[in-house]
């Protein structure tokens, strides 16, 4: 049925999803923070986003999210290695850099930074300060909110 309405994604791997076409279409106008709040029921969250963190420091975030979006479903220890040595981050320096106390400190202020908004659930999205929170989570009511901010 046309119009029956889509469903909201169920998590954050979806809404991570939106986020490609939406950068491509607004690529000058927009640009995309992220923020760490990995959940403590999430076993392998905290690493995930410490490894994150310290791909970073190295100029390599972006592709070492993608990659963790890639093996969502098995993130252990080993996993998050092997990404590192694939996307080619100095891997001795990363690995001292993931328990380190700047990147220990990054991903708690993140998670602060979070629970100051009043984030309980992921995916939490804001634009402009605001907190896009719709019905729906799809890439028409998302452009549609950017527009409004840019004023178009």
């Known amino acids: ?21 939406l950068l491509a279409e ?17 076993i392998n969250a905290l690493n ?11 100029g390599k975030f972006w592709q070492f999210h993608e990659k ?16 590192a040595k694939e996307i080619g981050l100095d891997f001795p320096r990363w690995y001292q850099e993931v328990g380190s106390e700047e990147v220990r400190g990054h991903v708690q202020r993140d998670k602060a930074d979070g629970v100051a908004l009043g984030i309980r ?15 729906e989570l799809d890439l028409a009511s998302l452009k549609d909110w950017v527009d409004e901010e840019l004023g178009r």
């Not at 029956?4 to 994604?9: D, G, I, L, N, W």
């Not at 995916?123 to 907190?131: H, L, M, Q, S, T």
């Open 26 to 42: 607004y690529g000058k106008d927009v640009t995309l923070y992220f923020k760490h709040f990995p959940f403590t029921q999430h």
């Open 121 to 135: 659930r992921t995916p939490a999205i804001f634009i402009n300060g605001r907190r896009y929170n719709p019905d």
């Open 48 to 58: 995930a986003a410490r490894a994150a963190a310290a791909a970073q420091i190295q």
């Open 1 to 21: 049925d046309c119009h029956r309405p889509r469903r909201a994604p169920r998590d954050c791997k979806e809404a991570q999803a939106l986020m490609h076409p």
């Open 68 to 83: 963790i979006w890639e093996n969502s479903e098995h993130l252990v220890p080993a996993v998050l290695e092997g990404i």
